[in-house]
């Protein structure tokens, strides 16, 4: 019987550098609504919960942001993402190389994101990401978001994995809430768009670089499972 561990990935900022043409949407729909551009370092202090609060904070950040407003700007940001999410959006150095790693050694793989499911989904696929991941997660309207740790649990219970089994990588300090909300370990990548300190205690591990052999170790190292439950095979 081969135990492996489960890994689960957040997407922008973890996977994917992904603020520039988040930011091109934002500045589209900002245009449409009469709205100045923002520059790239203020709408990636926006990313982390999800494309609502994005729009809304960018509504904020240049006016006022009622909930017409709102709703307004986030059907001309998707309309522009659904065409343009891949522009310029790419995996960060060494992504592929480490996922392809973690499949060789038949190790179970998921995405959790905070980004709607359609365009995740999409993304993964033309980036060659897809093939990965036993599960794609995104948001949906009827499921709360990270920090919340409904979506992460949600991701466990359909790869059959149970939460002290599975590692969750990310970016952020929402994605370090959610993780210790759910009782998963936690690794923190360090050069994505963590904008918020992060909550105590520390992530189980930190790394800038994902060739970093510590990463590939925390990943396979063999799982911690609740007393009582069968390792997944
Ligand atoms: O859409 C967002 O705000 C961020 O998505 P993420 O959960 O992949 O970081």
């Given at each position: 019987m081969?135990?492996t561990?489960?890994?689960?990935f ?26 100045p ?25 240049t006016?006022?942001?009622p909930p017409?407003l ?6 001309h940001?998707l309309?522009?993402?659904e ?12 992504v592929?190389?480490?996922l ?14 905070n980004k ?12 060659d ?11 949906e ?19 059959g ?21 759910a ?5 923190l990548?360090?050069e ?6 992060l909550p105590v ?7 800038s670089?994902?060739?970093d ?11 911690t499972?609740?007393?009582g ?5």
């Amino acid at each position: 019987m081969t135990r492996t561990n489960t890994i689960i990935f957040d997407l922008d900022g973890t996977l994917i550098h992904s603020a520039p043409d988040l930011q091109a949407a934002t500045n589209h729909a900002l245009g449409l609504v009469g709205r100045p551009p923002l520059d790239l370092g203020t709408v990636v202090s926006f990313i982390g919960n999800g494309v609502e609060k994005l729009v809304a904070r960018a509504l904020v950040a240049t006016g006022s942001a009622p909930p017409e407003l709102q709703q307004e700007t986030l059907v001309h940001f998707l309309a522009y993402y659904e065409t343009h999410s891949v522009d310029l959006t790419r995996p960060y150095p060494g992504v592929v190389a480490f996922l392809e790693g973690l499949k060789q050694r038949g190790i179970i793989m998921g995405l959790c994101t905070n980004k709607p499911t359609a365009p995740a989904r999409d993304i993964c696929a033309a980036l060659d990401l897809a093939g990965y991941f036993d599960v794609i997660l995104g948001a949906e309207p009827d499921r709360a978001k990270k920090p919340d740790p409904a979506p992460l649990q949600a991701c466990c219970d359909m790869l059959g994995v149970e939460a002290s089994g599975a590692v969750y990588i990310g970016d952020s300090a929402v994605d370090h809430l959610t993780a210790a909300r759910a009782g998963i370990k936690f690794g923190l990548f360090t050069e994505g768009y963590l904008n918020t300190p992060l909550p105590v205690p520390d992530p189980d591990l930190k790394f800038s670089d994902w060739d970093d052999p510590r990463l590939f170790a925390f990943c396979t190292q063999e799982p911690t499972h609740k007393p009582g439950h069968s390792p997944v095979n």
